[in-house]
Every structure is written in C-alpha cells, then in structure tokens.
C-alpha cells in the first residue's frame, strides 16, 4: 500500500479478496494486518468497519449467542468428572475437542479462571445433590499462571492469611484499583476492565443480584446489584485509579447515570436506589462537590467506597453468613461520603 490513503474503491477490493481467501469477512485487526488499511483509513468513508463488510457484498460476522449460566456449569461438571479434577485452562481446550463442550471462553467471560471457579463453586453450593461431589475435587486452590512471568508467584499466599474468607478470585481487587496488572490478569484483558469485573463478582458474592451493562459507557453505569426482596439496588460504577478516584468532571457521568438508572430500576418495582463508585482511593475535598452535583438526582443516597471495603464486606457477608443481610446493608448506601 502507498503512503497516500487508498480510495474507497481499493478498500472494497481488498476487502473482496480477503473474504475470498479467509472464508469470511475478517474483523478490524486482521484487515488492517493483511490488508495494510488502517481502521482510520476505513472511517473515512464508512462510520464502522461492518459497515464496509456489508457494501463489500458480505454479512458482517454475527457473535455468537452466550451460553446461560446455568448450562455452562453443568459443561464444566462434565469437564471437571472427565479429568477428576477442576481443569486448568489447557484442560478447557483440549475437553472441547474431545467431549465437545463450550467451556473454553470462560476465561474471556469471567476475567480469569479463578473468577469463574469462584462464581462456579457458589453454584455448587445450591445446585442438585448430584453436583455435590464436585466440591471434593482437587484442584480448587491452584494459583492462576501468569504469562508474563517465567515463574509462577506465591503472592496469593499472603493474601489468603490476611483474607481467609475471601474468594481467590477477588484476592487482586485491591491492586486492579490501582490499575496495575494482576498476576491473573489474561494478556488480551485491561486491569480497568477486570477490576470493573471483579467488582460485579464481589457484589454478587455478597448476595446482590448482579446485571452486568456496558463498562460506564455513555448514560450506563458497570453494572446494577440488585436487592429485589428488600426492594432496593445500587448503581456501581469502578473506577481504576493509580492515584485515587478524582471527581473533576465525572460528577457529570455520575448524575446520568443516576438519573437513567433510577427511572428504570423504579419501573422494575425498585423502591430505592443508591450510588456506590468503587476505586483505590478518595479525595475529602471531592465530598461536598459531588453532594451538590447529586441533589436531586432521585437518589436515596450514595457512598464511596475503596476496593479494601469491598473486600472486607464480601468477607464479611461469607464469614457471618446466617446473620448478614443485605437490609442491614443498606445504610452503608446511603452515607453520601466515604465509608469506613
């Protein structure tokens, strides 16, 4: 390809010859690696790159349905019974060629292996008896391998002596706040993206109904954890900070988000919703800003809370299990400062 843009024409060709010999219409990197055209060269003359695939005579590339939680588990079962114990991500692959299952992508799904083994024994614990045995088999402690070292580290150790009731899988929150790379972070997963995940996992570890939205784009927030019995929810919005959470011009995210969420959680039958933004750290000064921004935003309240307070809770809830409840939770939610 020349120095100079290629014309709409030429892109339309190249795309044509790719489909041809790939099979199918390629995704933005591997036509920009092929092909030599860059996803600004092709925004200018289509808005997105499906766009183009579609003019060049071709159906863009539909993702595939994702399998219902319930299902995945019980392939996982199957995988865990054929080798006797809980599979490393190797065992995954190979298990999909040869017993045909569709548990390989649970690591993209669930940020890392040891989230989705977190998430996978809380099922075990309320599913069919038949299940049960699962929770005997080696292998639930393994420490993820971090391919980006030559040495697997021992660093969870220590972890776990200071937290011996939290989920290994949650055991990094505190340094995905500071958007660091974690030792279980997967290569193609940013440490904001995970920490955004985790924090789902550790609200639904306390026992909130966690539904998942769009990574704080536009008007929504990283996800919903929901109270339905005691009638409330909360807006979680995590916030990967090297230096700690600034409010700056985010109060103006925060009081959308506030405002579109609260009028569809209302219409759920939600009587009360609150705001809680989880990161490495807060500013005193920030306080009084963000109540005047949040005043009459349909708010029953809000909190700030660091990634350590998370973890505390989720311990917590796990170590005083027949006496938590998330009523009792609720007034943490509405502190409108930073909680302790």
């Not at 927030?221 to 109270?227: K, N, V, Y």
Request: hydrophobic fraction near 40%; glycine fraction near 6%; include cysteine.
């Amino acid at each position: 390809m020349s120095s100079s843009h290629p014309s709409k024409e030429q892109i339309l060709d190249l795309m044509r010859v790719a489909i041809r010999e790939l099979g199918s219409a390629p995704g933005s990197d591997v036509f920009a690696k092929r092909c030599g055209v860059s996803p600004n060269q092709v925004k200018r003359f289509w808005p997105t790159h499906s766009k183009l695939v579609t003019e060049s005579g071709s159906v863009p590339n539909e993702r595939p349905a994702q399998i219902p939680e319930e299902e995945l588990f019980r392939e996982y079962v199957k995988v865990c019974r054929h080798y006797g114990h809980i599979p490393t991500l190797a065992e995954l692959r190979i298990a999909t060629r040869e017993i045909g299952t569709r548990t390989h992508r649970v690591q993209s799904r669930f940020g890392s292996l040891a989230s989705f083994n977190d998430r996978f024994k809380q099922w075990l614990l309320s599913a069919p008896e038949e299940f049960a045995d699962i929770l005997a088999f080696p292998g639930w402690g393994r420490v993820p391998f971090d391919r980006h070292s030559r040495v697997v580290k021992s660093a969870s150790l220590i972890d776990t002596a200071r937290h011996p009731f939290l989920p290994m899988g949650l055991l990094s929150l505190a340094e995905l706040a500071l958007n660091r790379v974690s030792q279980d972070l997967d290569s193609d997963v940013t440490p904001s993206l995970l920490f955004e995940r985790k924090c789902a996992e550790a609200f639904r570890a306390i026992g909130f109904q966690v539904r998942a939205l769009g990574q704080g784009k536009g008007r929504t927030a990283d996800c919903l954890a929901l109270a339905r019995p005691e009638r409330y929810a909360v807006v979680i919005d995590a916030k990967a900070r090297a230096d700690g959470f600034v409010l700056g011009t985010e109060d103006r995210k925060l009081l959308e988000y506030a405002k579109h969420h609260s009028d569809d959680l209302r219409r759920e039958g939600i009587e009360r919703v609150y705001l809680c933004v989880v990161s490495s750290g807060f500013r005193e000064k920030d306080i009084d800003a963000l109540r005047r921004a949040l005043t009459g935003s349909g708010l029953h309240g809000w909190s700030l809370w660091t990634a350590e307070s998370l973890m505390a809770m989720v311990e917590r809830s796990i170590s005083e299990r027949s006496d938590f409840r998330l009523a009792d939770l609720e007034k943490t939610f509405a502190l409108n400062t930073i909680a302790t």
